[in-house]
Each structure stands twice: as C-alpha cells, then as structure tokens.
C-alpha cells in the first residue's frame, strides 16, 4: 500500500504528511465548561488564516487527540461551532463529549465555513446563496490553476494534525480523525495519505465514485479531483488505511454511503495481508443520512475504546 499511498498522494499534489514543522496557534478566547475548556485559536495554512476550536479536558497528560471534520449540509454558517456544541445539531456535537472523556480535540471550520467565508463570519447565513456561490468558487480557481479543492481541504487538516502532535500533553501514538457526510470524505482521503493518524471514523460518506456517477448522487466539491477516477476510488483510499483502525457508518437508505458494503469487502484484503482485518469495521444502520442517537453513541464509545489501545 507504500506506492499506492505515494501515488495518490502525489496525485492530489500534498506535501508528505509529517515533514512540515510544529504548527504555533495564537488563542483568541476562553471559556471554562462543564469537564473541559473551549479554546478559540487561530493559526496558518500555507498563508491562510485557520479558525478553530481547541477542547482541553480538565486533565491534560499524556491524552489522546482527535481531529474533528465538520459536515456540509448545505449549512455553510454552520463548522466548528455546530461540532462543538454551540449550533446547529446537537446529535453532530461529538468534540465535548470527548473531551469529558479526556481526548483533546481540535475542530477547525473547514474552507468557507462559519469564519473562514470571506463575506462574513459567525453562525448566520448569507442570502442569495452568497455562501455556495464562494464554495463553489474555491473549488473552480483551484481547478482552473491545476489543483483541486481537496488539495486545500487536506494541507488544511494534515496541519490540523501537526499543531496536535506538537502538544506536549498529547499522545501522539494515540491521534484519531472523526467527520460525518463531508467531513467524513476529508476522514477517508486524510487518514489513507497521513500515518500518524491512529485510528478513524467516517459516517455517512463512504460510497464508490462510480455509485454515485451510476446512480445520480452529488460529489462534494473538495471530492472533484480531475483525473482521480481514472485510477482510483474510495476502496482505494480504505486500502491505504490499512492495518490502522477504520469504523465507517453507514445507512441503508443513505445514498451517500450506499455501497460502503462493497467498499470495505473490497479493502479487506489489504487488511487480512496484514493481519489486521479485526481493525477495519462496518456498522450499518436502518434510516438515512442524519445521525441518530444510536449511531453518535455508538461512534463516541468505538473512538473511546480505540483511544485507549
């Protein structure tokens, strides 16, 4: 899975995970909640400018760490603050729920998100769809200029998991990366290309490319990647996680994770050759897209208890 891994990552154009040097964040805020306190930071991307939360729980020694990808739901005033509790869907709210459990977590609003939209910023949404049209655009610019809006939403989240390997309080052989629906996409393409990345979580986003193209499903914008699926699909990436563990959630309603059946049956052989087939998990669910309550409780105690091997 070496050059398979290398492949794609030269494919998408990303500098080798690991090689960048510790990421410094500057703390805008602070407030004290109930088991935890919620950090507002910022800090740089290859000269962009990263807004996110940073949960730290009471104790802080030697924990495990986890990066949070929020969704898209067409909810683009909606990132880091809907993760962390303080908008939107509460059954999206994992970062303070496990940073009770002692995991730091760091929950970044992705590109175009909540405040990093170049109109405005907070938790309210823009009219005229002002918001898709700059998503939109991110996306074109990138394509037009050779790259690919992955590209961007992956040196974004590799330095996610730089800043957190160069906490001093954080395990670094104990970080995970968590996302539902887009920001499981981000879960699946990052996880394959970084290796520091320990164990993963990816919900209602593992479905094929050519399941989409058959079936008249929506690609994510950050998942346009001109050429990509000449050579690649989304097993590919499964295969490159491997022999790391991976739980992908699934529905059998949910056209977005539609096929993940036939994804994970097809990397299970890069796991079974490395005799890590026990680490590759599939739980599937009745009902659509949404979270439920099942499935949110079901993906904080599989983090939990993967933190803790």
Same mark, same amino acid.
């Given at each position: 899975?070496?050059?398979?891994?290398?492949?794609?990552?030269?494919?998408?154009?990303?500098?080798?995970?690991?090689?960048?040097?510790?990421?410094?964040?500057?703390?805008?805020?602070?407030?004290?909640?109930?088991?935890?306190?919620?950090?507002?930071?910022?800090?740089?991307?290859?000269?962009?400018?990263?807004?996110?939360?940073?949960?730290?729980?009471?104790?802080?020694?030697?924990?495990?760490?986890?990066?949070?990808?929020?969704?898209?739901?067409?909810?683009?005033?909606?990132?880091?603050?809907?993760?962390?509790?303080?908008?939107?869907?509460?059954?999206?709210?994992?970062?303070?729920?496990?940073?009770?459990?002692? %995991?730091?977590?760091?929950?970044?609003? $992705?590109?175009?998100? =909540?405040? &990093?939209?170049? @109109?405005?910023? !907070?938790? /309210?949404?823009?009219?005229?769809?002002?918001?898709?049209?700059?998503?939109?655009?991110?996306?074109?610019?990138?394509?037009?200029?050779?790259?690919?809006?992955?590209?961007?939403?992956?040196?974004?989240?590799?330095?996610?998991?730089?800043?957190?390997?160069?906490?001093?309080?954080?395990?670094?052989?104990?970080?995970?990366?968590?996302?539902?629906?887009?920001?499981?996409?981000?879960?699946?393409?990052?996880?394959?290309?970084?290796?520091?990345?320990? %164990?993963?979580?990816?919900?209602?986003? $593992?479905?094929?490319? =050519?399941? &989409?193209?058959? @079936?008249?499903? !929506?690609? /994510?914008?950050?998942?346009?990647?001109?050429?990509?699926?000449?050579?690649?699909?989304?097993?590919?990436?499964?295969?490159?996680?491997?022999?790391?563990?991976?739980?992908?959630?699934?529905?059998?309603?949910?056209?977005?994770?539609?096929?993940?059946?036939?994804?994970?049956?097809?990397?299970?052989?890069?796991?079974?050759?490395?005799?890590?087939?026990?680490?590759?998990?599939?739980?599937?669910?009745?009902?659509?897209?949404?979270?439920?309550?099942?499935?949110?409780?079901?993906?904080?105690?599989?983090?939990?208890?993967?933190?803790?091997?």
């Amino acid at each position: 899975m070496i050059n398979l891994r290398n492949e794609i990552t030269e494919a998408i154009g990303i500098a080798a995970p690991g090689t960048m040097p510790q990421i410094e964040y500057r703390l805008l805020e602070s407030s004290k909640e109930a088991g935890y306190t919620r950090q507002l930071i910022e800090y740089d991307s290859y000269g962009d400018k990263v807004i996110a939360f940073l949960l730290l729980p009471e104790i802080l020694d030697n924990n495990p760490a986890i990066l949070i990808n929020h969704q898209h739901n067409r909810e683009h005033h909606l990132g880091k603050s809907e993760v962390c509790g303080l908008a939107g869907n509460p059954l999206q709210a994992f970062g303070p729920e496990l940073a009770k459990r002692g %995991f730091v977590v760091l929950a970044p609003d $992705a590109i175009c998100f =909540e405040d &990093r939209r170049k @109109n405005t910023h !907070g938790t /309210e949404p823009l009219a005229d769809d002002l918001d898709f049209w700059q998503h939109y655009n991110e996306m074109c610019y990138r394509i037009i200029n050779g790259e690919s809006l992955m590209k961007k939403v992956l040196d974004d989240a590799v330095n996610g998991i730089t800043l957190l390997s160069g906490l001093a309080y954080v395990d670094n052989s104990r970080i995970g990366t968590l996302g539902h629906s887009m920001g499981g996409n981000t879960v699946l393409f990052l996880s394959a290309l970084d290796e520091r990345i320990a %164990f993963s979580c990816a919900s209602g986003s $593992a479905c094929t490319y =050519e399941n &989409r193209m058959v @079936n008249n499903v !929506g690609i /994510e914008m950050a998942s346009i990647i001109p050429g990509f699926h000449s050579k690649y699909d989304i097993y590919d990436l499964v295969s490159c996680i491997a022999p790391r563990p991976l739980l992908i959630v699934s529905a059998e309603d949910d056209k977005y994770s539609r096929d993940a059946s036939y994804i994970v049956e097809k990397a299970g052989p890069a796991y079974a050759e490395l005799n890590a087939l026990q680490n590759l998990h599939h739980k599937r669910y009745p009902g659509d897209h949404g979270l439920t309550k099942e499935r949110y409780d079901f993906i904080i105690e599989w983090l939990d208890t993967n933190a803790s091997c």
